[in-house]
């Protein structure tokens, strides 16, 4: 497992793009906290912490899927590049306004979320041209930068609350953007960031979102976030319950160490078969991993109940990329992976609000109960669409770039095999097909 990261690593661009895109997402991952531990410190209340947080996970949210499209459009470096700068001048706009006008605070997170760079899709974008469109280095690729999420939203609060100690929660906005920028100017200075074109689009206001197959994962992926941010709140009562926030980081740290296991683990071989087929069933064990949680036993009960409700997430995730791969519309890839994590932020806002009432009115089983409804929720929607999901687009290269051509080329990208296909497409059986071999033994993680 370590050998085949390390392999994909020594690709030449490889680990500069991976630690690059993580350092430039840093902010993104500490944004809510930073704002959290900041608001309070100017002194104000928890509402209005929580109010700004929420505004800046909502203007993320709406961002992301513009920037992609852009990035689509015009290359990442134009877009990238600017945006990690503006989505920096919005942070350090709070820092230095503080929160005594709150109209003026909004501004400056909206700001912030906003821009913030797209660059979690533009890296799923860059892997196949950095490993020669192999299917099975780029799908490895993709369940690699699925374990490596876990380990930047694990990392990046310790370095919030590091800074704070250090020095104080504005100082923390302002290190913390800057080290973004930094992580954002390292990618799009690359050469695969700066050769990169995306293939030709047919022009169509809806974009990404003209597909059915991504449609239905992204409903499917907005019930995964909602379960994960309802254990977020969940978990808080449950501390308060038994021993206080030791407790919750515990739980919260057992989630994430389980994500990084399963996320090994699922690496650890090739999977054959259509990968829509595959993730239905990786949800599905996702959602009955969330049931115990509604037990509510013992301190160490619970870690090992939280360690198992993480298990799936990351071959979860690592499965969707692929997924979304294979269902974007031709020249919108980088949008495509942007409306992913829009729907996953968005719906683990609706969990984040769904808990807390659940918990006040039920108590805190009830809080981790809508983590199930909602895994069961997504398994639906996975189900009652599974013949919509069965045909992936076709004529597309993997992830559906072409590096080195100009946007605007009508220059169709280089054949691959055609393939029989496992899930029913007719699309797969097309003579001189690009798209991918549906029927072929998937590597998702050899080595997010």
């Known amino acids: 497992m370590a050998a085949g990261y390390a392999e994909l690593l020594r690709t030449r661009h490889a680990a500069r793009l991976l630690v690059g895109t993580l ?17 309070r410190a100017e002194g104000g209340s928890y509402s209005l912490a929580g109010a700004l947080a929420a505004a800046y996970g909502v203007s993320n949210a ?20 600017p945006a990690a700068v503006v989505s920096a001048l919005g942070m350090v706009w709070l820092a230095l306004a503080g929160t005594g006008s709150v109209g003026v605070a909004y501004a400056a997170v909206v ?29 490895a690729a993709y369940a690699m930068d699925a374990v490596a999420q876990e380990v930047m939203f694990t990392v990046g609060p310790l370095l919030v609350t590091l800074c704070v100690a250090l020095w104080d929660p504005s100082v923390a906005l302002l290190v913390l953007n800057g080290i973004g920028v930094l992580g954002a100017l390292s ?26 197959g991504l449609l239905a994962l992204l409903g499917a992926f907005f019930f995964v976030g909602t379960a994960l941010g309802s254990i977020t709140v969940a978990g808080v009562a449950y501390a308060d319950e038994h021993g206080g ?24 071989r090739q999977w054959a078969g259509a990968p829509e087929r595959r993730l239905r069933l990786l949800v599905a064990l996702l959602a009955v991993c969330y049931l115990p949680l509604m037990l509510v036993p013992g301190v160490v009960a619970m870690t090992g109940f939280a ?13 969707a990329f692929i ?18 994590v829009t729907f996953f932020g968005v719906g683990a806002a609706i969990g984040t609000a769904a808990a807390g009432p659940s918990v006040e009115a039920g108590g805190t089983a009830a809080g981790f109960a809508v983590a199930s409804v909602a895994g069961v929720a997504a398994l639906l929607v ?59 033994a998937e590597a998702s993680v050899t080595g997010s």
């Open 323 to 340: 997924v979304v791969d294979r269902h974007a519309p031709a020249g919108t890839v980088t949008e495509a992976f942007s409306w992913l």
């Open 382 to 440: 996975l189900t009652v669409t599974q013949r919509v999901l069965a045909r992936p687009g076709a004529s597309r290269a993997v992830a559906g770039s072409v590096p080195g051509r100009a946007a605007g080329s009508a220059e169709a990208p280089a054949a691959g095999p055609a393939a029989g296909s496992a899930a029913g497409s007719p699309e797969g059986s097309a003579a001189g097909s690009a798209g991918p071999l549906e029927g072929s």
């Open 245 to 268: 926030q030791a407790v919750y980081g515990w739980l919260m740290a057992a989630l994430g160490l389980g994500a990084l296991f399963g996320g090994v683990l699922y690496g650890a």
């Open 62 to 81: 709406v961002g992301q899927p513009l920037l992609g499209r852009a990035v689509d459009l015009f290359g990442q470096p134009r877009v990238q590049l």
């Open 187 to 212: 990618v799009v200075v690359s050469e695969p960031s700066r050769t990169w074109r995306s293939e030709p689009r047919e022009a169509h206001w809806l974009g990404a979102l003209r597909s059915p």
């Open 111 to 139: 700001v912030a979320g906003l821009f913030t760079p797209p660059l979690e899709g533009g890296l799923r974008a860059l892997w196949p041209s950095v490993l020669g469109g192999k299917e099975e280095r780029v799908h």
């Open 23 to 39: 350092i430039g997402r840093l902010p993104n991952g500490t944004g809510p906290i930073a704002i959290v531990l900041f608001t």
């Open 307 to 319: 360690a198992l409700a993480g298990v799936f997430l990351a071959p979860a995730l690592a499965c």
